[in-house]
């Protein structure tokens, strides 16, 4: 590999390289269909964080989709941590990366092509930056829920528990919502019109100092949605996993998002309602918040701030 000092390193099938170098077919199942499944992680003051609990999850959808990667949990973690390393001085003092694993079933073959590539499945693991700057008014100001018309895809059609390379169902009601509000946070309500989860993001309220969230029947169960629930309890919040409808949401006293990039983040509009005093950082909120950073030992609404214009 020639390696670069400025150029961020990429594994792509058993080989580390420039991003700028790594080239796949594009008759990859993966562009061809989104036939595949990724997992991502942060790190926290440039530390990895969470990774064995996102490649486990990485492994139930390769099991679901019977994609096999050719190399076992414990290699993809190692190849993940090296990956980080090689990238880790690329980090400026306020940053850091979503780290992910991204797999597709590999070359669709058809008769007379000429690739050399007939290795099984494509396996790329990168970094990137965390879009700290574009994410930083959610912190500030809360974020405005929309919830579209596009409903998300039922359990019945495709489990949401995968997290599959196809967002398009995510995608386009993603786009709905912005053509309204380019800075609102969209969160699709299930088919039966309970709210659900948004691109990478799970949603939960908070009603009667009682904790809530979608069942995981209809979402992905996200890595930060379930230490959010762990902080809660520990503190002796309850927790419920539930139907929420939007007479839920409407009457809640606080509401917040997880995610991998955002961990927890306050919510204080929904469709225009305003959640509680309308001021971000309920006090439950607060309390789960405050319980993630202690954990991961960065206080990542602060780092969230410093990158306000």
């Known amino acids: ?28 199942r993966g562009f061809y269909y989104g036939d595949g499944c990724f997992d991502i992680t942060r790190s926290f003051n440039h530390r990895l964080f969470f990774l064995a609990e996102h490649v486990e999850r990485l492994y139930r959808s390769l099991k679901y989709l019977r994609i096999d990667p050719g190399l076992s949990p414990k290699e993809m973690g190692r190849v993940t941590e090296e990956v980080f390393e090689r990238n880790r001085h690329l980090l400026g003092p306020d940053e850091d990366y979503w780290v992910g694993q991204r797999i597709s079933r590999g070359l669709l073959r058809v008769e007379g092509d000429h690739w050399q590539n007939d290795a099984g499945a494509t396996v790329v693991v990168e970094c990137i930056p965390l879009p700290l700057k574009a994410r930083a008014k959610q912190y500030r100001d809360g974020a405005r829920v929309i919830t579209p018309s596009v409903r998300r895809t039922p359990p019945a059609a495709l489990s949401p528990r995968v997290k599959t390379l196809n967002y398009l169902n995510l995608i386009v009601a993603d786009h709905e919502v912005h053509a309204q509000d380019p800075e609102a946070w969209t969160v699709l309500l299930d088919i039966n019109g309970n709210l659900c989860e948004g ?19 209809y979402v992905l169960p996200g890595v930060s949605r379930q230490k959010a629930m762990d902080f809660a309890r520990a503190q002796g919040i309850p927790v419920e996993e539930s139907d929420i409808d939007l007479y839920d ?14 961990c927890v983040c306050p919510v204080t509009e929904i469709n225009g309602v305003k959640v509680g005093d309308g001021r971000p950082f309920g006090p439950v909120t607060q309390q789960i918040t405050d319980a993630y950073a202690s954990h991961v030992g960065c206080d990542f609404v602060a ?4 990158h306000l214009e």
Do not use: W
Not at 6 to 12: K, P, S, W
Not at 199 to 217: A, H, Q, Y
Not at 251 to 257: D, G, K, L, Q
């Open 249 to 262: 949401a409407y009457t809640a006293e606080e509401a917040f998002i997880t995610s991998t990039s955002l």
């Open 199 to 217: 691109l990478g993001s799970n949603i939960f309220i908070v009603k009667d100092g009682t904790v809530m969230t979608p069942s995981e029947r």
């Open 303 to 306: 780092q969230y701030l410093k």
């Open 1 to 28: 590999m020639s390696e670069r000092a400025n150029e961020r390193t990429v594994y792509l099938n058993g080989e580390l390289m420039p991003e700028s170098e790594v080239l796949i077919p594009y008759r990859d």
